[in-house]
T-cell receptor, first 113, second 114 residues
């Protein structure tokens, strides 16, 4: 079956620090990979995606590269801001009869001034 | 215009009541979903419809019943609400069911059962 494992939180960083949130996956078939973000009290927003090996998804200064050899899709940002405080979810969509997004458990990020 | 909209955003109700959450998407997508987010933020699929046909029906109590009157709408009806039903319910949609699709979520409906 499909599963996503992401690093446990919470993660607390100072403003302008470097961020990495690790994400690894197991999947049947060849999945697409996603990062979603949930700001406090809000819904899920798509942050970035990658659909094939070695693709890099990027948005709002965040990046993640689809690494098929290590089955990973780690999220990075070079300099976080207070406004990046949120819960980040790694997810995969394999199609292949699965027809659903499989989510990791989420990582809560708090950025302090 | 909001792409995936769901109503109500907040709902507080008593145990034993019946309630519905409505969802509409204006993206022209063929596939719609209901996800549940529990108190620990864990997200799990409940149902999915493709072209009004149920394609995912996860292990949820049969008090939960989805209804898709057309491709743009997927409503969730819950009978005999229980305390454990308190959660955030997300509606979502995608163009199709293939691996290249992106799933777009609504703002969520915060259900509290008292």
């Amino acid at each position: 079956g499909n599963s996503v494992t992401q690093m446990e939180g919470p993660v607390t960083l100072s403003e302008e620090a470097f961020l990495t949130i690790n994400c690894t996956y197991t999947a049947t078939g060849y999945p697409s990979l996603f990062w979603y973000v949930q700001y406090p009290g809000e819904g899920l927003q798509l942050l970035l995606k990658a659909t094939k090996a070695d693709d890099k998804g990027s948005n709002k200064g965040f990046e993640a590269t689809y690494r098929k050899e290590t089955t990973s899709f780690h999220l990075e940002k070079g300099s976080v801001q207070v406004s990046d405080s949120a819960v980040y979810f790694c997810a995969l969509f394999s199609g292949a009869g699965s027809y659903q997004l499989t989510f990791g458990k989420g990582t809560k990020l708090s950025v302090i001034p | 215009d909001t792409a995936v909209s769901q109503t109500p955003k907040y709902l507080v109700t008593q145990m034993g009541n019946d309630k519905s959450i409505k969802c509409e998407q204006n993206l022209g997508h063929d596939t719609m979903y209901w996800y549940k987010q529990d108190s620990k933020k864990f997200l799990k699929i409940m149902f999915s419809y493709n072209n009004k046909e149920l394609i995912i029906n996860e292990t949820v109590p049969n008090r939960f019943s989805p209804k898709s009157p057309d491709k743009a709408h997927l409503n969730l009806h819950i009978n005999s609400l229980e305390l454990g039903d308190s959660a955030v319910y997300f509606c979502a949609s995608s163009q199709g069911t293939g691996r290249g699709n992106t799933i777009y979520f609504g703002e969520g409906s915060w259900l509290t059962v008292v």
